[in-house]
């Protein structure tokens, strides 16, 4: 991943983003190239399971992708994204097919390098909420609830939350936590019993995001291609740090965004 940084900010300011890649399929692939060869990933459905195959076919050809419905292995058939992990779509091309209870025992035992999540909001620790906004009295919104995410957030040694950059989203304080991040920050995570794991990157469509190592703030790695930091700060209800160096995220290449459209059965839109 980090051979997709730039460091120089001279470099990053005659970069563009990709004039067709709209909003989630510059997340997907940043995502994407987050993924090494030879590791495990928890994936849930949609972007997730979109950014592993891409990996896949990309820099990680041995990448073992699992889902919730107990599919291990799995090989995304261009053109038939499954809609749940419980579906025969979801099961195309995979090694083993088990259940819910052995994946989750796994995820347990700490067999996972990777979890992939969403989030309706976001703090500053990485805690998710995607359950309701609002008072949990009286909540204005119901949201869909967290599936499989607590256990991905709370077993998976390295969780990589993927969302749109605003600020409804990145909020100073979740109204619930559905998937537990850092929690308070400092050892708070490890003293209520999470002994390993967390956030270790978030990933908008404006920036690439991770924790300071001590206080586990979010902090700003790397900008999006065509972002600035003004935008980012803009985009977030709270104050977010930045790291010594700030890198700049290379633009959606042609061929990045060709077989993500081939996955989703795009294919007449690319480049």
Known sequence: MIDSLI????QALVLAQHPQARPDEIMTIAASRLLEDG???F???GQPLLAAAIAKRRQAPQLTVLLEGGMIGVELKPGEVPASTNE???AVGAQMLTGATDIFLMAQRGFFDYGFIG????DRYGNVNTSIVGDPAKPTVRLPGPGGANDIASMCNQVVIVTQHEPRRFVEQVDFVTSPGHLT???SRHDSGLLHGGPGWVV???ALLDFAPHSHRMRVRALQAGATLDQ???ATGFELLVHEELGYLQPVADVELEVLRHLVGRAEESP
């Open 7 to 10: 460091g120089s900010a001279e």
């Open 39 to 41: 590791k495990v990933l």
């Open 43 to 45: 994936a849930g459905i």
């Open 88 to 90: 025969v779509r979801a």
């Open 119 to 122: 989030a309706a909001q976001v």
């Open 185 to 187: 920050g400092g050892t």
């Open 204 to 206: 908008t469509d404006l």
């Open 232 to 234: 980012v700060h803009a």
